[in-house]
């Protein structure tokens, strides 16, 4: 099978580290907010991946975080913890809105009939082990410390960049960057050295001096950055290298770029062989969705609005995972009709006397489609040209009970649960 590779910029034959084996860590939720269907769109990535590998006669131990605690709204190291923003929202303590929120993803992801993984963690439970990695990068000459935080020294690390296509030189750093963040209002630590430095362990001191989850550690009492904990949790359960790292294309400029620069400085291995990401659900012609913006709909929306969230994950799964996918209810309800023709088929009485027919061709189609990086559009092409050829509808039908448990459509469900 062949999957495209981030790092690369190209598409790759699948070659594991070991084995028949995949160790596969997907970047979870930040759980201050419902996740939105744009954020849907790659834990249904996710799970195709997953789906393929295991049809490929892959063993996969797959791993998700979940963010409770570290993660600003900057996506980088400035303004406020995501959690705590929450939490001053709805008037609840952080812990509450940490645990809502993460059992309404879950539950979104078993609406989504997205296989859960073999293990979540949770930042906050992983203290301990960020902080480790964070006393092996102070050995090693990875890290400075300032009156608010302990900083990786990107100008330590030579291949800083090269998931997004650029070494450490081309990109900014300097005084400079930090004179434009003050125009903007931007507190900026001035003890940082270069605008990519990004922080470890920030110290509950200044601006984060009321923080409400914070811990012990030899820098003083404070919390983890956010990069720190997918690099101290996905090696702490998958070990210091990886398969397949997962993710949206959001998180290749920062979040991914730092968790390579601080997992290859402690270990000294590659962190993951492939990286693999969702593109973005627009609304309009460009609009990314996003939590901040008032395009901002949820698995629930849908769900009142008389969709099954299955339509969404055809509709999904309409378009390449690599592709911008736009967003309209007239494509949501289109999908929920062909879903709901699908199941007429599957309903279907079935002949029984009739010679079987060879259906390998179709088989074969589909499984090339869905190895040639993950060619949803193609397999679900199959599945319709299956529908409508001369097949009797028993073989029909088992053909796409086969195809089903990659696309995870559950075809055999009711059809009375799918109503527009």
Same mark, same amino acid.
């Given at each position: 099978m062949y999957l495209y590779n981030t790092l690369t910029t190209k598409k790759e034959v699948f070659k594991p580290l070991k084995p028949n084996t995949v160790r596969l860590y997907s970047c979870g939720p930040t759980v201050y907010n419902y996740a939105h269907i744009g954020n849907l769109r790659t834990y249904i990535l996710v799970d195709t991946l997953k789906r393929v590998l295991t049809s490929n006669n892959y063993k996969v131990n797959h791993v998700m975080n979940i963010t409770d605690v570290g993660h600003l709204v900057s996506d980088a190291d400035e303004g406020e913890d995501k959690l705590e923003k929450g939490a001053k929202r709805e008037k609840k303590t952080v812990w509450e809105i940490a645990e809502f929120y993460t059992q309404t993803f879950k539950s979104d992801v078993s609406e989504l009939n997205i296989i859960p993984p073999n293990k979540w963690t949770k930042a906050t439970e992983h203290i301990k082990e960020q902080i480790e990695l964070v006393k092996k990068l102070e050995k090693k000459g990875y890290s400075y410390e300032s009156s608010e935080a302990v900083y990786f020294d990107t100008s330590k690390f030579p291949n800083y960049g090269n998931l997004m296509g650029n070494k450490n030189k081309n990109l900014q750093i300097g005084a400079g960057t930090k004179s434009t963040r003050r125009k903007?209002?931007?507190?900026?630590? +001035?003890? %940082?050295?270069n605008s990519n430095d990004f922080v470890l362990w920030f110290k509950r001191v200044g601006k984060y001096k009321d923080h409400t989850m914070h811990w012990s550690s030899p820098w003083g009492d404070g919390f983890p950055g956010w990069h720190i904990e997918c690099s101290a949790m996905s090696m702490s359960h998958l070990g210091p290298e990886l398969d397949i790292h997962t993710g949206g294309v959001d998180h290749i400029g920062t979040h991914h770029t730092n968790e390579i620069a601080q997992s290859e400085s402690a +270990?000294? %291995?590659?962190?993951?062989?492939?990286?693999?990401?969702?593109e973005f659900l627009t609304?309009?012609?460009?609009?990314k969705m996003a939590k901040s913006g008032e395009n901002f709909i949820t698995l629930q929306t849908l769900t009142k609005k008389g969709i099954n969230?299955?339509?969404y994950r055809y509709l999904v799964l309409g378009a390449h995972c690599r592709s911008k996918l736009q967003f309209t209810w007239e494509s949501l309800e289109a999908a929920q009709n062909a879903l709901k023709k699908i199941q007429e088929v599957m309903t279907m009485s079935c002949a029984t006397k009739k010679k079987p027919k060879n259906t390998k061709s179709y088989r074969q189609e589909f499984s090339k489609a869905i190895a040639d990086d993950l060619n949803t559009p193609q397999a679900l092409a199959t599945l319709w040209a299956v529908i409508k050829s001369s097949l009797p509808a028993d073989e029909k039908q088992k053909i796409l009970k086969d195809f089903d448990k990659v696309l995870g459509l559950n075809f055999d469900i009711a059809l009375e649960e799918i109503s527009v």
């Open positions: 903007k209002g931007i507190a900026v630590d +001035t003890q %940082k050295r +270990t000294g %291995k590659k962190f993951s062989k492939y990286w693999v990401h969702g609304i309009g012609e460009s609009a969230p299955l339509s």
